[in-house]
């Protein structure tokens, strides 16, 4: 079966960084589309980024584009997100998503979700 | 940005009643090429990840009970939750993908009267 596991959460300062991974398992991780959504403590979702399934392109929300980078390495089917400059607004619960599409060059909806990483900046 | 928006934030339905919720966007998400309208519906309980229930606007994903529909076209949208159970007690988000970034509605709250 499809899993997503999210690590790398943690209580981290204003301006620090930190690095999220997602582990995937149970289908083909280099087929798919995969992307970050996060929710604010008691807020809605919020996309964002997603990166294609062979990694030739990726976009981002405005909210974090040139603070957030994502990545993926498919020989460990694995994705990752480098969060730079974080801010207090970056609180929230991160989750990997799957998009739904193999091999898709579009993003679509997302098919399964991981159970998320809670990120909390604050001095 | 396409900007989705959703109501009522809030609702109390009684057990076995029907429960509805919109879902507008601040452009049409129908695609001209292919005739489909790229909205999808999820059901997020609390501390759970959102669940998918509808893409396409009206397509209940695999394992979705049927008395979950979707409905609309263009920038106004439906979700039904006929004879709703204890278990439908969730927010309920609609998404577009139409276009780059990716947006959700605010949530809409689904409680029991």
């Known amino acids: 079966q499809v899993q997503l596991v999210e690590s790398g959460g943690g209580v981290v300062q204003p301006g620090r960084s930190l690095r999220l991974s997602c582990a995937a398992s149970?289908?083909?991780?280099?087929?798919?589309?995969m992307h970050w959504v996060r929710q604010a403590p008691g807020k809605g979702l919020e996309w964002v980024a997603v990166?294609?399934?062979?990694?030739?392109?990726?976009y981002y929300a405005d909210s974090v584009k040139g603070r957030f980078t994502i990545s993926r390495d498919n020989s460990k089917n694995t994705l990752y997100l480098q969060m730079n400059r974080l801010r207090a607004e970056d609180t929230a619960v991160y989750y990997c998503a799957r998009d739904c599409m193999r091999f898709g060059y579009s993003s679509s909806w997302f098919d399964y979700w991981g159970q998320g990483t809670l990120v909390t900046v604050s001095s | 940005d396409i900007v989705m928006t959703q109501s009522p934030d809030s609702l109390a339905v009684s057990l076995g009643e029907r429960a509805t919720i919109n879902c507008k966007s601040s452009?049409?998400?129908?695609?001209?090429?292919?005739?489909?309208?790229?909205l999808a519906w999820y059901q997020q309980k609390p501390g759970q990840p959102p669940k998918l229930l509808i893409y396409?606007?009206?397509t209940r994903e695999s394992g979705v009970p049927d008395r979950f529909s979707g409905s609309g076209s263009g920038t106004d949208f439906t979700l039904t939750i006929n004879s709703l159970q204890a278990e439908d007690v969730a927010v309920y988000y609609c998404q577009q993908y139409y276009s780059t970034p990716l947006t959700f509605g605010g949530g809409t709250k689904v409680e029991i009267k």
């Open positions: 452009q049409s998400v129908l695609y001209s090429s292919t005739n489909k309208n790229y």
């Open positions: 149970g289908f083909t991780f280099s087929t798919y589309a």
């Open positions: 990166m294609w399934y062979d990694g030739s392109n990726q």
């Open positions: 396409w606007a009206s």
